[in-house]
T-cell receptor, first 113, second 111 residues
Framework: ETGVTQSPTHLIKTRGQQVTLRCSSQ?????VSWYQQALGQGPQFIFQ???????GRGNFPPRFSGLQFPNYSSELNVNALELDDSALYLC????????????FGSGTRLTVV | GQSLEQPSEVTAVEGAIVQINCTYQ??????LSWYQQHDGGAPTFLSY????GLEETGRFSSFLSRSDSYGYLLLQELQMKDSASYFC????????????FGAGTRLAVHP
């Protein structure tokens, strides 16, 4: 089975710009979640998608948005980038109902300058 | 709100046993998970406790006590490759599931 792949691995953007990060879910998984991990901290839940709809969101502003596609791949979009958005963005796929089966990708390191 | 506390750093020697504790303030959760993350890598699932008690997976064991709001990860026969950050995380229930992570414990294994 394939794991979770994310692209790009690294990205540098300027404050105010927009960015799109991509994630391919593990085969057989139907739910994708996105997390933001600041340096030296634990991942923070951004939102979750199931059946192509957002069904849960953490404490992140609306400029963080996402999509899930029929093949369960996903995108995270961030508008009007701020310096504090610099972080590692992790995608995790799972199968709804299997609470112990989260598989994470290696993440996208976003730097906002 | 929900919060999980774990020590920021732990140091041990090869071959030793180390226990990483996790205390939490939350309710309505499915279980407690543990993840390992090497620098620059993906968090990797280690163990999950849905019920109170001990779960053993090779050199790693995890424990949960809901009445004490406490859990721990036990790593035995430590190897250099175990040097990494370890995160406890609760899986919150209610409409959709999400992981709430602690800040992580950085484990350094020395020869």
């Amino acid at each position: 089975e394939t794991g979770v792949t994310q692209s790009p691995t690294h990205l540098i953007k300027t404050r105010g710009q927009q960015v799109t990060l991509r994630c391919s879910s593990q085969s057989g998984h139907n739910t994708v979640s996105w997390y933001q991990q600041a340096l030296g901290q634990g991942p923070q839940f951004i939102f979750q998608y199931y059946r192509e709809e957002e069904n849960g969101r953490g404490n992140f502003p609306p400029r963080f948005s996402g999509l899930q596609f029929p093949n369960y791949s996903s995108e995270l979009n961030v508008n009007a980038l701020e310096l504090d958005d610099s972080a590692l963005y992790l995608c995790a796929s799972s199968f709804r109902g299997q609470e112990d089966g989260y598989t994470f990708g290696s993440g996208t390191r976003l730097t906002v300058v | 709100g929900q919060s999980l506390e774990q020590p920021s750093e732990v140091t041990a020697v090869e071959g030793a046993i180390v226990q990483i504790n996790c205390t939490y303030q939350t309710s309505g959760f499915y279980g407690l998970s543990w993840y390992q993350q090497h620098d620059g890598g993906a968090p990797t699932f280690l163990s999950y406790n849905a019920l109170d008690g001990l779960e053993e997976t090779g050199r790693f064991s995890s424990f949960l006590s809901r009445s004490d709001s406490y859990g721990y990860l036990l790593l035995q026969e430590l190897q250099m490759k175990d040097s990494a950050s370890y995160f406890c995380a609760v899986i919150l229930s209610g409409g959709y599931n999400k992981l709430i992570f602690g800040a992580g414990t950085r484990l350094a294994v020395h020869p």
